[in-house]
């Protein structure tokens, strides 16, 4: 199972930095030793679509448009739903999440799962920190990933090791 987990964001915008929390957070609690990719993006388009090309299985994780419940998550199966625009406006980023994931369908670079998981934001406001609510929601993703991704493996057979031991 080829899987890359992307935190999306930026650190100079306040809420927009949920993304890389949880990514932060995932290296922290050593999921690549799972056997997961785990990198951080800007969310410009043309870089998402190459972070997971070559990838069978991606996640996605970034903020999205403050809607009235800050630290909301919420999570879309791109395969099967078009991101509502309202949702994922063109964000901080000349190009964002919506606009990669649709340019993608088009050009038919999805991978063969895109999950996103998107954390409401309060404030983006140029040198602002992140919220409270975005950065216990961002704890609470990457726990939910890591319950994904072990459970995934416990599904998947594994390759045997290779003994090297002589």
């Given at each position: 199972m080829a899987l890359r987990i992307i935190g999306s964001g930026n650190f100079d915008r306040?809420?927009?930095?949920?993304?890389?929390?949880?990514?932060?957070?995932?290296?922290?609690?050593?999921?690549?030793?799972?056997?997961?990719?785990?990198?951080?993006?800007?969310?410009?388009?043309?870089?998402?679509?190459?972070?997971?090309?070559?990838?069978?299985?991606?996640?996605?994780?970034?903020?999205?448009?403050?809607?009235?419940t800050p630290g909301h998550i919420s999570i879309w199966n791109a395969d099967a739903d078009r991101l509502q625009e309202d949702v994922f406006p063109c964000s901080t980023h000349a190009f964002g999440v919506r606009e990669a994931v649709?340019?993608?369908?088009?050009?038919?670079?999805?991978?063969?799962?895109?999950?996103?998981y998107g954390i409401e934001g309060k404030q983006f406001f140029l040198g602002a920190p992140p919220s409270p609510e975005v950065e216990r929601a961002a704890v609470s993703v990457a726990e939910q990933l890591v319950k994904r991704v072990s459970a995934s493996l416990i599904q998947t057979p594994q390759r045997p090791l290779r003994d090297t031991s002589g």
């Open positions: 306040g809420d927009d930095a949920a993304g890389l929390l949880v990514a932060r957070r995932l290296h922290a609690l050593g999921v690549e030793t799972l056997g997961v990719e785990i990198m951080e993006q800007s969310g410009e388009s043309f870089s998402l679509m190459d972070c997971w090309t070559g990838f069978d299985h991606v996640i996605l994780v970034d903020a999205t448009a403050p809607r009235g649709e340019l993608a369908r088009v050009m038919n670079r999805l991978p063969q799962t895109l999950l996103i």
